[in-house]
C-alpha cells in the first residue's frame, strides 16, 4: 500500500467528522467526530512515520529514524482518554441540567 | 585658619534651625540674641579670614566630594580669597547690622512669626554666604538659588496681604527666568570645559580666542543670570515690587547682598567676560541703560521705598556698567560702598515708617527733621554718600565707574553722568519732602512721632560712619592716594587686567570729569532742596511726569506682551488642546471600544452549531492562506 491510500483514509475520517461536528446536534454524536477527526490524524501520523521508518532502515539496517512518530500517537491517545473523561463529564453535566443532549439547548449560556 | 572656613556659614545655618524649629517656644529676647548673635560670630570669623587674605593667604577649602561621576568632578568646597573676603565682610558685617535693627523694627510680630523672621534671615544669610564662598559654580548655584527662595520667603513674610503674596510670586518667577540661564551656562561648562571649578574653568578658558562662540554663549547666559537676581533691563520690575517684605529686608536682602550677586558673580568670572568683549558690550550697554531708565522712574515716585527700590536698579545698572567697562574694580568697590549707604537709606527709610506707623507716602510727611534727628542726620550722609559728593563714598566709587566708561567710550560717561544728576536730584527730592519743609501728617501720626529706639538708631550711625569713610579704601592716584583696594583685589583680576589694553587717563581730563559730575550733581541737589522744602509736589502728575511716575507702563507692557498672550495660550490649550483634542481622543478611544463590542456582541448568538462552523471557516481559511503564504 502506498503512502496515498493512507492519506484518503486519513482525508475521509477527518471530513466524515467535520461534517458530523457542523450537521448533528447530538452532543454525543459531536463528540464521537472529534474523536475521529483526532483519530485520522493519529492514523495520519502513524502512516508518515511507518513509511519514514522503512525508507531509514532500506538505507542503514541500524538506523532508529521515524520511531518517534509512533510513539508519539501513544501520547495523544493517553491524552485523549482524559481529554474524554473531561468532555464526558461535561455531557452528565450538561444532561443533569437540561435534561437533553441537544446542543441548542445550550444558547442559553450567553445570558 | 582653613579649619575656620567653614563656620562662617555654619553659624547662620544653625541660628535658621534653632529659630526655625523653636519657634513656637522662643521668647522674643531669645530670638534675637540666636538670630544676631550668629551673625555677629560669623562676622568675627570673617574679620580673622581676611586679616588672614591679606597677607596673601588665599585658601580652597575642600569639605568632601559633592559630585563625582565619571570624568566631572565637582567638590563641595569653599573658596575664600580677595573678593569673597570683601563680601564676607559685607554680607556678616551689613547683616549683623540689619539683624539688630530687625530686633526692634520687628517687634510688633507675635513671638512665633518673630522667630519665622529672623529664621528666614539667618537662611538668607546662609545662603549668600554659600554663594560668595563657593569654590564652584555649582556651590554658587546652591546659595543663588538659596537667596532667591529667601527673598520670596521675605517679600511674602506678611502673606495674609494678597499684593504681597503676588510681590513675593513675582520675585520668584522672575528670578527663575534668570536661573534658568544660569543653569544652562553650567552644563556649557560642564561639556566644553569639563568641570565647574573657578580655577579650572579658568585656566581652559584662557588660551581661548577672543569672542570665542561658547565664550560668548556662556557669558551671555551667566549675565541673563544677573540680570534676573541683580534686576537689570528686561527682569528688573520684581525688584520696585519686592518692597512690600519688612525695611530691613528690603536693607539686606534688596539693596545690600542678594542683588549684588550678579556683579559678584561676573567680577568672579571676569575672564570670561575680557574674553568675550561682545557680552562686555552688552553688560555695559544693559547696565547703563538700566541706571537711567531706573533713575527716570525714581524722579516721580512718591513712596519712600519706591524711590530707594528704584535708586537701587539704577545703582546696580552703575556696577554693570562698571563690570561691562572692565572696571571690576570699581564695581566692587560700588558694591560696597552701595551697600554700606543704600542699607543707611534703607533703615532710615524704616526708622521714619516706623515712626509715621506705617505710613510710606512722601506726600504725607515732611518736617520730620525735628522729630527724627538721628534718622535724619544719617540718612541726609547717606543721601550725599549716593548723590557721589566728595569725600563720601560713594563719590570715589562711582567716579571709578565713570572714569572707566569714559575711557571706553564718551556716550557712556554722558548717560552715566546724566544718570548720577538724576540720582542726586531724586535723592534729595526725597530728602527735603519727608525731612523739611512742614509736616503734613494727621495731628494723630504726629502726635506719636518719637525717635526710634537705639538698636534701630545705633545701626544708622554706625553705617552713616561708614558711608563716610567707606570710600577712603579706594582713593585713586589722581588724588593722591594708592588705590588699597585695587592692589588688595589685584590677584582676582590678575588674568583680566593681562589682556586689557592700559588706557591711563591723564590727570588734567580726570579733574575735568571729576568736576564736571560733582558740579553737575551738586546743582541738582541744590535745586531739588530749594524747589522741595518749601513746596513738595503733592499733586498727581500729568503728562511726561505720568509716563515716570507709571514706570513707563514697563509692567503694562509686561502684562501685555507676555502675561496676557501667555494666559490666552493657556486657555486655548484648556479649553481646545486638552478638552477637545487630548479628553477627545482618550473618550474617543473609550466610545469606540464600546461601539465595536455592541456590534461583535451579536456574533455571540450562543448557537454552538454557528461556533463550530466559524471555526472550521477558520482553520481552513488559515489552510489556505498558509498554502499561499511562505
Known sequence: ?111 | MSNLVYLVPLFPLIGFLINGLARNSLSKGMTSVIGSGVILASFVVSILLFLQVKEGNAVTVTLFDFINTGKLSIPFSFQVDQLSSIFLLVITGVGFLIHLYSTAYMHEESNAHFARYFAYLNLFVFSMLLLVMGGNYLIMFIGWEGVGLCSYLLIGYWFKNNDYSNAAKKAFIMNRIGDFGFLLALFWMIQHFGSLTFGEVFARADGMNMNDTVLVGITLLLFLGATGKSAQIPLYTWLPDAMAGPTPVSALIHAATMVTAGIYMIARSNILYTLAPVTQGVVAVIGLATAILAATIALKQNDIKKVLAYSTVSQLGYMFLGLGVGAYTGAVFHVMTHAFFKALLFLGAGSVIHAMHHEQDIRNMGGLKKHLPVTHWTFLIGCIAIAGIPPLSGFFSKDEILAAAFSANVVYWVIGVLGAVMTAFYMFRLYATTFLGKFRGTHEQEHHLHESPAAMTWPLIILAVLSVVAGFVGIPAVLGGSHELQQFLAPVFAGSVKLQEAHHLDHATEYILMGASVGAAALAILYAVSRFSKKPDLEEASGFGKLLQNKWYVDELYDAVIVKPLRGMSAFLNNVVEKLGIDGAVNGVGKLVHYGARQLRLLQSGQVGIYLLMMVIAAFVLFIIQLFVK
Request: hydrophobic share 60%.
Open chain 1, 1 to 111: 500500500m502506498t503512502i496515498q491510500h493512507y492519506i484518503f483514509l486519513a482525508v475521509a475520517l477527518f471530513s466524515i467528522g467535520v461534517i458530523g461536528v457542523l450537521t448533528r446536534r447530538n452532543i454525543i454524536i459531536i463528540f464521537m467526530c472529534i474523536e475521529l477527526m483526532l483519530n485520522a490524524v493519529n492514523l495520519l501520523l502513524v502512516a508518515f512515520s511507518k513509511m519514514h521508518s522503512l525508507a531509514a532502515t532500506a538505507a542503514d539496517a541500524a538506523s532508529k529514524a521515524g520511531t518517534e512518530g509512533q510513539i508519539f500517537v501513544f501520547f495523544i491517545m493517553v491524552v485523549a482518554a482524559a481529554e474524554v473523561s473531561v468532555g464526558l463529564a461535561i455531557i452528565v453535566m450538561m444532561y443533569r441540567n437540561t435534561h437533553s443532549v441537544d446542543v441548542n439547548f445550550l444558547n442559553r449560556l450567553k445570558h
